[in-house]
């Protein structure tokens, strides 16, 4: 079955550089999330996309940016990257976010995209 | 300020044996509990969940306990496995028909010995 596709894999860039991350999500769903992941932390939630509009926001600098396209993938993009940026970086998707309390509306990660910042 | 605490950083069982892994919460507003598992490289899975309306959900050898009172949850893994081995994620949401911003934990790693 398809899951949830990320790219690049692993990125390294200096500080001040940009990046930008890409995820696919599972075909049928409408909203991705996207999650960092810093070394030995939990992974926190940064922003989640519902029907290509921003759905939540959660501990997201400034300095980054994300947005849906119309085919539903995503792209996170980093600007004026610092050291504290280097971490594992998640996309989620789910199908219709409303159906939490019918108890499906369980989030399949894509295997992160590794990022180190010199 | 951890909403979703796993206070347990390491567990190790032998094969065939009970694995029992907890999860605290604080934030009341939680309504939806999952586990996730994972390996290294490679992104969490999904493994079982519950919503705050029950108290037990059982998967195979997976089952979930939720005591709202005590805002405590643990998953019972029976019998454990070698594969079993990875790392377990407790993660929480809350607001009622809002969408999926999890709150994880910060992971507890079960070792099944042979």
């Known amino acids: 079955a398809a899951g949830v596709i990320q790219s690049p894999r692993h990125l390294i860039k200096e500080k001040r550089e940009t990046a930008t991350l890409k995820c696919y999500p599972i075909?049928?769903?409408?909203?991705v999330y996207w999650y960092q992941q810093g070394p030995g932390q939990d992974p926190q939630f940064l922003i989640s996309?519902?029907?290509?509009?921003?759905?939540d926001k959660g501990s997201i600098p400034d300095r980054f940016s994300a947005q849906q396209f119309s085919d539903y993938h995503s792209e996170l993009n980093m600007s004026s990257l610092e050291l504290g940026d280097s971490a594992l970086y998640f996309c989620?998707?789910?199908?219709?976010?409303?159906?939490?309390?019918?108890?499906?509306?369980?989030?399949?990660f894509g295997e992160g995209s590794r990022l180190t910042v010199l | 300020d951890q909403q979703v605490k796993q206070n347990s950083p390491s567990l190790s069982v032998q094969e065939g044996r009970i694995s029992i892994l907890n999860c605290d919460y604080t934030n009341s507003m939680f309504d939806y509990f999952l586990w996730y598992k994972k390996y290294p490289a490679e992104g969490p899975t999904f493994l079982i969940s519950i919503s705050s309306i029950k108290d037990k959900n059982e998967d195979g050898r997976f089952t979930v306990f939720l005591n709202k009172s005590a805002k405590h949850l643990s998953l019972h893994i029976v019998p454990s496995q070698p594969g079993d081995s990875a790392v377990y994620f407790c993660a929480a949401s809350g607001g009622g028909g809002s969408n999926y911003k999890l709150t994880f934990g910060k992971g507890t790693l079960l070792t099944v010995n042979p």
């Open positions: 075909p049928r769903h409408d909203t």
């Open positions: 989620a998707s789910s199908a219709s976010w409303g159906r939490v309390a019918e108890g499906t509306g369980e989030l399949f």
């Open positions: 996309f519902y029907e290509k509009m921003q759905s």
